[in-house]
């Protein structure tokens, strides 16, 4: 699972986000983003892109639920 934040103060509704990634970020009106704020796994190139294409930086993408293999793994 990937854990989505977008800072509304920040973002400016330039869209690109919308753009990469239509399945999670939807402009609505003029400058209203709307966006589900978790997404698949699988999702997370586009999450990638998205967040690297907003011209004022307000995506953070971050992992959540990490396998509990994963941790055991790494100690």
């Known amino acids: ?3 989505i934040a977008v800072d509304l103060n920040r ?3 330039y869209a690109q986000c ?6 999670i970020f939807t ?4 400058e209203a983003l709307l966006y589900a704020p978790e997404a698949d ?3 997370r190139a586009k ?3 998205a967040a690297a294409a907003c011209p ?3 995506i953070l993408v971050d992992a959540v639920d990490v ?3 994963a941790v055991s793994d790494a100690r």
């Open 11 to 13: 973002c400016q509704g």
């Open 27 to 30: 402009l609505h009106g003029e």
């Open 41 to 43: 796994e699988a999702q």
């Open 47 to 49: 999450l990638a892109q």
């Open 18 to 23: 919308a753009f990469l990634a239509p399945e």
């Open 67 to 69: 396998p509990a293999e």
């Open 1 to 3: 699972m990937v854990r």
């Open 56 to 58: 004022v930086q307000a």
